[in-house]
């Protein structure tokens, strides 16, 4: 029986901190589970989360046979409904309580705070090329196309301050990749879609007033959850070079947005607040470099 508590903790745990990592741009939640050996289990589970699961529960609640019955537990045993549970408490305790640190950084030293999140983002690119086999010029090219596509997303950044629901609903969508592409977070995602400090600053910060928000967007993450599995399995299958090469384009395309911020946004150039935007940029990479080196060990 302790043994089990203790394990329910240890999970509990992990999940802050894949909840931590999801909440800073540069950092995969999905790279943590690999780091700490649960990426393939959450992953398995994952996977097993359908629609027809949600179609079997629906019609055992109109009908409780003890076919419905037995469809229904089967379901719950392949995704580890118990499993996820407490994984995803400790995620969701992390990005309650850790988004309003997030917000203190953002409101009073927001470039300080986006330079670190560059060295972090452009570091994890390492982690995409690293899981390149061929880097053929045909593949390079790929990167090159996700490289001018990710540059374009600078354009996405939406004007109004409050999103609609349909960019919200995509935003969930997308950003629920970071649990199955390496190197890429969802918190990046949502910073370069203009999302990121309204979902951190705003919905986590205050779900209930933000209630209707944060249902669309775990919506999307939802429904992302269930599709983008599938079409990443399909691309890995199809071609997994030229898919790890676009995603590294993406990833250097898109920096753009945050370092332009930083340009845009810095108050006032000079040596120190150059030489600490610097030494923080610096740092996002060596700790991206050291999770890297983790992994490794723990691979071997």
Excluded at 14 to 25: N, Q, R, T
Excluded at 114 to 138: Q, V
Excluded at 144 to 153: E, N, P, R, S, V
């Amino acid at each position: 029986m302790k043994t089990e508590t203790k394990n329910k903790l240890i999970l509990f745990l992990k999940g802050i901190l894949m909840g931590i990592c999801d909440l800073i741009p540069g950092i995969s939640g999905g790279t943590i589970a690999l780091i700490t050996g649960i990426y393939s289990k959450m992953i398995y589970s994952i996977s097993n989360i359908s629609f027809q699961f949600f179609f079997n529960g629906i019609k055992y609640l109109i009908n409780r046979n003890q076919e419905n019955e037995n469809k229904v537990r089967e379901g719950l045993k392949k995704i580890d409904l118990f499993f996820l549970a407490v994984l995803g408490a400790g995620i969701a305790t992390a990005i309650i309580f850790g988004s309003k640190a997030m917000t203190f950084l953002l409101d009073n030293y927001f470039t300080y705070t986006i330079a670190f999140f560059s060295g972090l983002i452009i570091a994890s690119s390492k982690i995409i090329y690293e899981n390149i086999e061929n880097h053929t010029k045909k593949n390079i090219s790929f990167g090159i196309i996700g490289f001018i596509i990710g540059a374009l997303f600078i354009f996405l950044v939406p004007i109004n301050t409050t999103p609609s629901y349909i960019y919200l609903f995509l935003g969930g969508f997308l950003a629920v990749s970071a649990m199955f592409l390496p190197g890429i977070s969802g918190a990046f995602i949502l910073l370069i879609m203009g999302l990121y400090e309204f979902m951190v600053k705003k919905v986590f910060n205050d779900i209930p007033g933000h209630f209707d928000y944060f249902i669309v967007s775990s919506f999307g993450a939802l429904i992302g959850m269930i599709t983008i599995s599938r079409v990443v399995n399909f691309l890995f299958k199809k071609d997994k070079c030229k898919t790890l090469y676009v995603l590294l384009g993406l990833v250097l395309g898109s920096l753009i947005i945050p370092l332009n911020r930083i340009y845009t946004e810095t108050a006032e150039w000079n040596i120190i607040n150059l030489s600490v935007l610097v030494f923080l940029f610096v740092l996002g990479i060596t700790i991206v470099l050291t999770a890297g080196k983790i992994k490794k060990k723990k691979a071997k």
